[in-house]
T-cell receptor, first 113, second 113 residues
């Protein structure tokens, strides 16, 4: 079975600093990988998606993620944090059977002014 | 284009009662997914419907059930409510079954007293 591990349930960064949210997956074959963002009292919004094309995936709001097969990682980054980036971020994986999405437990990002 | 909609926004029930939650997918999407987001537990996969059939279910007791209608809308039923069923219930839809991107609704907040 697939699994997703998000290291750090809470991450704090200063406004303008680099954002790095970590995600590692377990899979015997390259999966489809996703990052979603959830603002308070809202549903999840897709940030970006990896589907075995380019290993560096660019998403919305200046976020990007790099698929590293050797490290089974799909970390999310943004060069300069903005106050509006404060939210909960979820990494998810889907295998080729597509029977199920597996979500990480989420990372809460706080941006300090 | 309208997104995924869910109703009601909030639902308050007492232990032992039944709850019915509803979801309308994005037009043209045939797959509907249900997730439970309880405080501190991340997203837990509940059910997946595609073309009117239940395709997969997560590790939840049988009192969690649902169905998908011919217009692809879906409802989630929770019988014999327990206090720990209090959570945000999220519905998502996708154009293709399985590995395709899931688009989420705003959720239904269920409170069991």
């Amino acid at each position: 079975a697939q699994s997703v591990t998000q290291l750090g349930s809470h991450v704090s960064v200063s406004e303008g600093a680099l954002v790095l949210l970590r995600c590692n997956y377990s899979s015997s074959v390259p999966p489809y990988l996703f990052w979603y963002v959830q603002y308070p009292n809202q549903g999840l919004q897709l940030l970006l998606k990896y589907t075995s094309a380019a290993t560096l995936v660019k998403g919305i709001n200046g976020f990007e993620a790099e698929f590293k097969k050797s490290e089974t990682s799909f970390h999310l980054t943004k060069p300069s944090a903005h106050m509006s980036d404060a939210a909960e971020y979820f990494c998810a994986v889907s295998d080729f059977t597509g029977n199920q999405f597996y979500f990480g437990t989420g990372t809460s990002l706080t941006v300090i002014p | 284009e309208a997104g995924v909609t869910q109703s009601p926004t909030h639902l308050i029930k007492t232990r032992g009662q039944q709850a019915t939650l509803r979801c309308s997918p994005i037009s043209g999407h045939t797959s509907v997914y249900w997730y439970q987001q309880a405080l501190g537990l991340g997203l837990q996969f509940l059910l997946w419907y595609d073309e009117g059939e239940e395709r997969n279910r997560g590790n939840f007791p049988p009192r969690f059930s649902g169905r998908q209608f011919p217009n692809y809308s879906s409802e989630l039923n929770v019988n014999a409510l327990e206090l720990e069923d209090s959570a945000l219930y999220l519905c998502a839809s996708s154009l293709l079954a399985g590995t395709d991107t899931q688009y989420f609704g705003p959720g239904t907040r269920l409170t069991v007293l």
